[in-house]
């Protein structure tokens, strides 16, 4: 805690006038330039110096330097440019470093209006910034421009600083007014006071005369009105707006524009300031709460569009019209300042807490509450979409860009949106605090770590988002949705062109679509030969095929998986025909049974048989992935009328992973007894050619006796073999039972993507026996994860001939498990040097094939 010594400043004048600086201020001077800043500094430095003081100029901005090198000054020079919070966090480490009893001058706060674009990350800096100050009993100068700064920002620093002095200027004359003087007080001190040449005096305007001279001379510079309520952020985009009206637009207003709306990722900004115009981006803002970035999810969703519609209008016509709202990244810093976690979000950012503090932080924002404007902004938005369903999604500042799509690892929360007014405000609020805590989610964390983003600014910017789709009697869905990528690497069959582009597609909510749901199949389309399908007969067609549908269940207020043959009965006929098939086998066994009803399988059959619709997905992804140069991976959902018309809604799109595209990999043949297995059109991950050090295991018939808990146990050895073995750069194949990372443990190992960060490829093993079989999950979030890991998968389907598994290769090894993890529940784990025996692993994109064995 601060001292409260008193301080000399180095003008006698300003210590008699605020009864002196003391120990723990922080000084914020409002100017009109930068000389007045420097009549105050220059002669407190110098003072400082002489009476010992550890002088720290904090050195940010681009403006002229306000103190020259000497002796005894240290400077620190910082980047605004990386982002509010890497920013606030070197700021917090170097005030750290100094200790208790520093003196800083900081540049012009004026100037973080540039880096940031926002007044209100401004007053969120100097909120976090100036406690740390006093608790370190510091003395800290700063410096705002007059009438540059909202209200709002002002107040933030009014409420927070424990002087605030108004300084003007006329002639040689330096007046100061004392706006907040804290727990100090005169008669006198909150008057303006004219400051003597020499520094050693303040006389208080108490002659009418002169006071009424000052005041006018004040009026006539303008210096007096109170204005300023504009940010910064509104006041870029209304000159914009003027500057259209004007005559046109210019190239370095969209480029400034669309930097401050899509935020860091130079590619990304480049493909923004291309096709965006400044009418586009001022649409944008129309539609935002808050300010800062929209992140990187609105970002993809909007350029698609664009691209589209700018590069084949025709198509575009056939795009359905969206009419989002965004929640600015400003928000969510906003929301962690007010709430006071801020403190708890920079113990976040160091590697001993980079997890702990991260669940605490996490189970904090679930109980915060918001400003009551952005609140009544919230009330607005919601106004507009009536009772309308939406979608409330993540939209970081770093998710969906070049290599981190962050697929899957933040939330998004559907709200039928139903009931009064303040009920839907309460959801609505509560789902942005389930999307804003996801940032704090154990996998989001981990990908960061991973990918060495760990120490980038990542802000939660909010899309919010109309549902597409009819109501069909209480359960509102779209008819179709799903994933589509312009490559295609999943080719399980040679008349494949994998540059066609491929489809995931399932009836209802596409939410069936990105997930790995249990027991269900979305329906795999490649788009140069749409009927071809990785299942053979008409009985295998329909035990692999969607079975249930994600819908909108309107009575029950929430999203729920439904099973096909109720959700069809609510179906008109022609919306049935498009998406179902009969499963004739199924019914024959329950009419043998004594029961007669109708069976249904999702195949989106007659949806995929129509030509005009395939070819605008196939021409959508071509024109994206040239309009990106670079593959991309987009979601969407179709609406589809009796006629046969159709719209299509693009709901989001991203650049496209796809490691080993193009590289071919020589397999030679191998005996059958060096074979540990191989593979055609079941793998994914080409371009491999690696030879395995370790080789882990889950026994499928001892991991099928595990009750529940042993099951989870599993799971959890599994994710410490990750860390001690591929942590420490071993090369390391999982091999289980059924479904990695379901969320049903009896269909495969629950484990999360953090506890398989590491490993080099693994393998789903069908087990009959148990009832757990791989799904080759190609355009999923599990899917996008191992692309982006660069982890080799590979389904093993014991009873396919395209398939050869021969697990005694390991007979006769040595089992490492009871060594590398004594005590632990490691039942069904095994763990086998695949060294020994030289185990390769060799993967070839182009043709499909895969092979593990002894070469």
Known sequence: MPTFERVASGLAGLDSLVDNIRMGDNVVWQLDDLGQYRRFVSPHVEQSLRDGRRMNYVRFAAHPPLIEPRPGLSIHRLDPDAGFEIFTLRVHELITAAGRDAFYVFDSLSELQTAWASDLMMGCFFQVTCPYLFDLNTVAFFGILRNHHSFDAVARIRDTTQLLLDVYSLGDDYYVQPLKVWNRYSPTMFSPHRLTGDGKVALPLSDAVESARFHAVLDERGLARLDGQLDHWDRTFLAAGQELAAGGEREDTRRRLAGMLVGRDPR?????????????????????????????????????????????PELGRRLEPH?????????????????????????????????????????????????????????RMLEYFGQSPIIVRSSSLLEDGFGNAFAGKYESVFLVNAGPPERRLEAFENAVREVYASAMNPSALAYRRQRRLDDKDEQMA??????????????????????????????????????????????????????????????????????????????????????YVDVLDLSADRLASVELSEAAAHWPEWLRDLLCERDYAAERLLRERGARRDVYFCSCRRLIDDAGFVGDMRDILAILEKAYHYPVDIEFAVNCAADGAY????????PLELRGWGATVDIPALPEEKIFFRLEGSSMGGGLDWALDYLVMVDAPAYHLLNLGGKYETARVIGRLNQALAGAGKRLLLVGPGRWGTKSPDLGVPVSFAEIAEVAGLCEVSFAEGGAAPELSYGSHFFQDLVEANIFYGAIITDSPRCLYRPEILYGLTDLAPSLLPGEGAAAVRVYDARGIGLWLKSDMRSGRSVCGAF
């Open 268 to 312: 990304v900004a480049e493909l923004a300031g291309e096709h965006f115009r400044v009418a586009d981006l001022l649409r944008i803002k129309e539609r935002m709460i808050g300010s800062g970035a929209i992140g990187g999810k609105a970002t993809g969703m909007l350029l698609a569009r664009r691209m589209i519609e700018r590069l084949r």
């Open 323 to 379: 009419d989002s709202f965004y929640v600015g990244t400003d928000v969510f810093y906003a929301f962690l300042v007010e709430n006071g976690w801020w403190k708890l979000r920079l113990a976040q950012r160091t590697a001993d807490s980079y997890f702990s503090a991260a669940e605490e932080l996490g189970r904090q924002i679930a109980t915060g509450h918001f400003p009551a404007s952005t609140r009544e902004r919230f009330r």
């Open 462 to 547: 909010i899309l919010v988002q109309r549902v597409s789709g009819s109501n069909r009697d209480g359960l509102f869905m779209p008819c179709a949705a799903g994933v589509g990528h312009s490559r295609n690497a999943y080719v399980w069959d040679k008349r494949i062109d994998p540059a066609a582009g491929m489809l995931r597609l399932v009836g209802g909510l596409g939410t069936r679509a990105v997930d790995r749901v249990e027991s269900d199949y979305p329906r795999f389309v490649a788009l140069n030969a749409p009927r071809l399908m990785p299942v053979g007969d008409d009985e295998e067609r329909a035990k692999y095929a969607q079975r």
């Open 647 to 654: 719209v299509i809604n693009l709901l989001q799109c991203r």
